[in-house]
């Protein structure tokens, strides 16, 4: 937000606006005005998943036009220290003791992080519990209160409230964690990218997209954003 700001000579706001998997606040920045003064920062699976899996979402991919991209990382498996899951091998044993009872948190129905447990349980076999929260930060709230044992998510949350990375699913190791394996090495063949972007509004003039996208790319080289 300060590089951005900064870029744009003009004051950004930020304001959070959680619920249902991102599309409370994205069907908000859809009805907004498009001259560029509202613009919406979320997740590919708010945008491109959303609208076709929820068929109530009130936008579509065409409500938006595409700023920059953001982010770009692999989705992780993390689990508190405290569970003593190291390894998938661990949570399918685990799940397959208990079915349907070891429970998941997830950013919320449809997000990334559902749609790749989902596929890990059909690949291993087994059956977890699911439980949606209205983001990461309520999952992982959930987490340190023991009410839940894992969560797929961004990686930034391994090294912030100290987590243990079960599984990176990518087709390679992830610099930060280079002793997190992926999803690939412990036997299934899985990838989830997770990627954030820029939106405005459709119909917003292509000079203002122009001048955001310039803006953004200055911000994300910025040293103290990288």
């Given amino acids: 937000q300060p590089a951005l700001a900064e870029e744009l000579g003009a004051s950004v706001l930020v304001r959070n606006v959680a619920g249902a998997a991102g599309t ?7 009805r907004a005005k498009p001259d560029g003064t509202t613009l919406l920062l979320t997740s590919m699976s708010t945008v491109v998943i959303q609208p076709s899996f929820r068929p109530s979402v009130p936008y579509r991919v065409a409500s938006f036009a595409p700023v920059c991209l953001v982010a770009d990382a692999p989705a992780v498996l993390m689990t508190p220290q405290s569970t ?3 390894t998938i091998a661990d949570v399918a044993a685990r799940a397959r003791a208990e079915p349907g009872k070891l429970p998941f948190a997830t950013g919320g129905i449809g997000g990334l992080g559902h749609l ?5 349980t059909r690949a291993a076999g087994i059956e977890m519990n699911h439980i949606p929260f209205r983001g990461s930060g309520d999952a992982v709230a959930a987490m340190q209160q023991g009410s839940v044992s894992m969560l797929t998510a961004e990686a930034n949350l391994v090294h912030q409230y100290g ?4 599984a990176v699913f990518a087709e390679k190791r992830m610099p930060q964690y280079p002793d997190a394996p992926t999803v690939r090495e412990q036997g299934y063949d899985l990838a989830f990218a997770l990627w954030t972007g820029l939106y405005a509004p459709a119909g917003t003039p292509d000079a203002m997209l122009d001048k955001l996208d310039g803006a953004c790319g200055r911000a994300l080289r910025a040293r103290a954003v990288a």
Avoid: F, K, W
């Fill in 24 to 30: 409370v606040g994205a069907a908000e920045a859809a």
């Fill in 84 to 86: 003593g899951l190291r």
């Fill in 163 to 166: 987590l243990h990375p079960i």
């Fill in 116 to 120: 790749a447990m989902t596929a890990l």
